[in-house]
């Protein structure tokens, strides 16, 4: 099993919408979550951290789930310039990424 | 100034060739990494070191063997290239080892003909 997944994509939405990503990991003991973002041939980036109690920057909503080990980020209002693949990151002793979701965002 | 900056950019190599790739920080972290990331995008570890000190060795082919000087710099030198090497690099820093968010190069892109 795969230390953290995430929904394979690829998701195709119109300008505007909101897109749900999810992902899940399988070791308990896993203290710290992050979203990265990576643009096509570009290295991945930090979008945000994952806190116990959710947390919110502007368009971006990021939940964590540490009984079912699970995390989910939410983006409101799509822009042409969310286009990108979105990495879920857990850190145990080292951070772990998932495999990413591609996101395309269409006019 | 670039915080995590990799050498070369692009690397196309013939297989059996040898070949380093070299990356340095700026933002003095003391942990440094380094990533490969397949034809699949998916982001996998190889090697990780705290102050000059390896700390995490994933199952890498010990044709690869890290090397880092000072904690600025953590180079990647890989022997016999085979085209499976083939992939793009990131090298990775981070102020504690599996510390808050990591600071990426730019990437090495290898390909091994």
């Known amino acids: 099993r795969k230390e953290v997944e995430q929904d394979p994509g690829p998701f195709n939405v119109p300008e505007g919408a909101t897109v749900a990503f999810n992902c899940t990991y399988s070791?308990?003991?896993?203290?710290?979550f992050f979203w990265y973002r990576q643009d096509c041939r570009k290295e991945p980036k930090l979008l945000m951290s994952v806190y116990s109690s959710g947390n919110e920057d502007g368009r971006f909503t990021a939940q964590l789930n540490r009984a079912s080990q699970y995390i989910s980020l939410l983006i409101r209002d799509s822009k042409l310039s969310d286009s990108a693949t979105y990495l879920c990151?857990?850190?145990?002793?080292?951070?772990?990424f998932g495999a990413g979701t591609r996101l395309t965002v269409k006019p | 100034d670039t915080a995590v900056s990799q050498t070369p950019k692009y690397l196309v190599t013939q297989m059996g060739n040898d070949k380093s790739i070299k990356c340095e920080q700026n933002?003095?972290?003391?942990?440094m990494y380094w990533y490969k990331q397949d034809s699949k995008k998916f982001l996998k570890i190889m090697f990780s070191y705290n102050n000059k000190e390896l700390i995490i060795n994933e199952t890498v082919p010990n044709r690869f063997s890290p090397k880092s000087p000072d904690k600025a710099h953590l180079n990647l030198h890989i022997n016999s290239l085979e085209l499976g090497d083939s992939a793009v690099y990131f090298c990775?820093?981070?102020?504690?080892?599996?510390?808050?968010?990591?600071?990426f190069g730019s990437g090495t892109r290898l390909t091994v003909v």
């Open positions: 070791n308990s003991a896993s203290q710290s």
């Open positions: 990151v857990v850190n145990e002793d080292d951070m772990r």
């Open positions: 990775a820093s981070s102020q504690e080892a599996g510390g808050y968010g990591y600071t």
């Open positions: 933002l003095g972290h003391d942990t």
